[in-house]
């Protein structure tokens, strides 16, 4: 099992900036890939970006540009630095890992955090 914690969420006005931290404990040599999703109200879970422990990524079209995923495999963290903040981003953000790289960016990675709130205002 792996255990993920999230934090850094908050409320920031639009075109500021926020950083989420995820802290992963337990079986964490079996995640070679993390990441984040977010879920808006009324709306499915997306990804939004992941890493492998070689350090590829893979962004959502609406979020290339603004946020950047980083890893560091030796403290196993994974943070999202989010930039240029809009209304739109507004969501519960969920930090994700799995062994597969594929399973987490195309299906449903197996282990999730529960998630922290950003909320960013117009």
């Known amino acids: 099992q792996v255990q993920l914690v999230e934090s850094g969420g908050g409320l920031v006005q639009a075109g500021g900036s926020l950083r989420l931290s995820c802290a992963a404990s337990?079986?964490?040599?079996?995640?070679?890939?993390m990441g984040w999703y977010r879920q808006a109200p009324g709306k499915q879970r997306e990804l939004v970006a992941a890493?492998?422990?070689?350090?590829?990524?893979n962004y959502a079209d609406s979020v290339k540009g603004r946020f950047t995923i980083s890893r560091d495999i030796a403290k196993n963290t994974a943070d999202l630095q989010m930039n240029s903040l809009k209304p739109e981003d507004t969501a519960v953000y969920y930090c994700?890992?799995?062994?597969?790289?594929?399973?987490?960016?195309?299906?449903?990675?197996?282990?999730w955090g529960l998630g922290t709130q950003v909320t960013v205002s117009s």
């Open positions: 337990g079986r964490t040599f079996s995640m070679n890939a």
């Open positions: 994700v890992s799995d062994s597969s790289y594929p399973k987490l960016v195309y299906r449903k990675p197996d282990y």
């Open positions: 890493i492998t422990s070689g350090g590829n990524t």
